[in-house]
């Protein structure tokens, strides 16, 4: 069992950054790909990014590669999104997901994952 606990989330200005950490309890955290998945309002739940277990590859979509950048410290047993250059259209609530059946960090299916957290609000005004 993992359990997973968002934080970092705001208001912040278009252009503007933030930095969401996600942490984790289990000790198995460190052998899954995690990855940050958004919901806008109205919006389906969709893949942001994602990072190997421990070779640190990562993974991005196409709407936020260049501006987000998702890094992890196993030691703690936590994950990042670092996201710069933030637009209105990130606003979202975003949450963080793993499990042991995500083998590719390619995997941007949400019914794969099988531990989230609560979500962060992230709101980006213009």
């Known amino acids: 069992q993992v359990h997973l606990v968002e934080s970092g989330g705001g208001l912040v200005q278009a252009g503007g950054s933030l930095r969401l950490s996600c942490a984790a309890s289990?000790?198995?955290?460190?052998?899954?790909?995690v990855g940050w998945f958004r919901q806008a309002p109205g919006k389906e739940r969709e893949f942001v990014a994602a990072?190997?277990?421990?070779?640190?590859?990562?993974y991005y979509a196409d709407s936020v590669k260049g501006r987000f950048s998702i890094s992890r410290d196993n030691a703690k047993n936590t994950v990042y999104l670092q996201m710069n250059s933030l637009i209105p259209e990130d606003t979202a609530v975003y949450y963080c997901a793993t499990g042991a059946r995500i083998l590719d960090i390619t995997t941007t299916s949400e019914k794969l994952y099988d531990y989230w957290g609560q979500g962060t609000q992230v709101t980006v005004s213009s």
């Open positions: 289990g000790r198995t955290f460190s052998r899954f790909v």
């Open positions: 990072i190997s277990r421990n070779l640190f590859s990562t």
